[in-house]
């Protein structure tokens, strides 16, 4: 009677163990027919939840670009590091454009950065 009820103890066991599923294996497949796991989702979900974050930072950053920097400091911030559509572009080339020096255009976009880094700073405390 007693290793009956060992039997019986080690399939009820099995039995809660068997909902039990690993995060690598395999629960669906993909659009080619490649193996899903459960951790290829979580990654993914991720992935967007980082891609939402990365969205509403740039909002914010395109926001306060126009909002705490002069016209100049704008446009070298748009040049230099390619936003609006363009394409980022050195330091060099940004002094050529602006005819003014590479010097010059460093300490803008420094002071630039530095603004900005405060602006979020100030909006996230």
Same mark, same amino acid.
């Given at each position: 009677?007693?290793?009956?009820?060992?039997?019986?103890?080690?399939f009820?066991?099995?039995?809660?163990?068997s909902?039990?599923? *690993?995060?690598?294996?395999?629960?669906?497949?993909?659009?080619d027919?490649?193996?899903l796991?459960?951790?290829?989702?979580?990654?993914?979900?991720?992935?967007i939840?980082d891609?939402i974050?990365? $969205?509403?930072? *740039?909002? $914010?950053?395109h926001?306060?670009?126009?909002?705490i920097?002069s016209?100049?400091?704008?446009?070298?911030?748009?040049?230099?590091?390619g936003?609006?559509g363009?394409?980022?572009?050195?330091?060099?080339?940004?002094?050529s454009?602006?005819?003014?020096?590479?010097?010059?255009?460093?300490?803008?976009?420094k002071?630039?950065?530095?603004?900005?880094?405060?602006?979020?700073e100030?909006?996230?405390?």
């Amino acid at each position: 009677m007693r290793i009956a009820n060992e039997v019986l103890m080690f399939f009820r066991n099995g039995k809660k163990s068997s909902l039990d599923i *690993s995060i690598n294996e395999p629960i669906d497949t993909d659009k080619d027919g490649s193996a899903l796991t459960l951790i290829d989702i979580m990654s993914t979900e991720d992935s967007i939840l980082d891609q939402i974050d990365i $969205k509403i930072k *740039s909002e $914010k950053l395109h926001k306060y670009i126009s909002e705490i920097l002069s016209p100049r400091e704008q446009l070298i911030i748009e040049l230099r590091y390619g936003l609006n559509g363009n394409q980022p572009i050195t330091q060099r080339e940004v002094a050529s454009r602006m005819k003014i020096s590479r010097s010059y255009v460093s300490r803008i976009e420094k002071k630039a950065l530095l603004e900005l880094r405060k602006k979020f700073e100030r909006s996230n405390k």
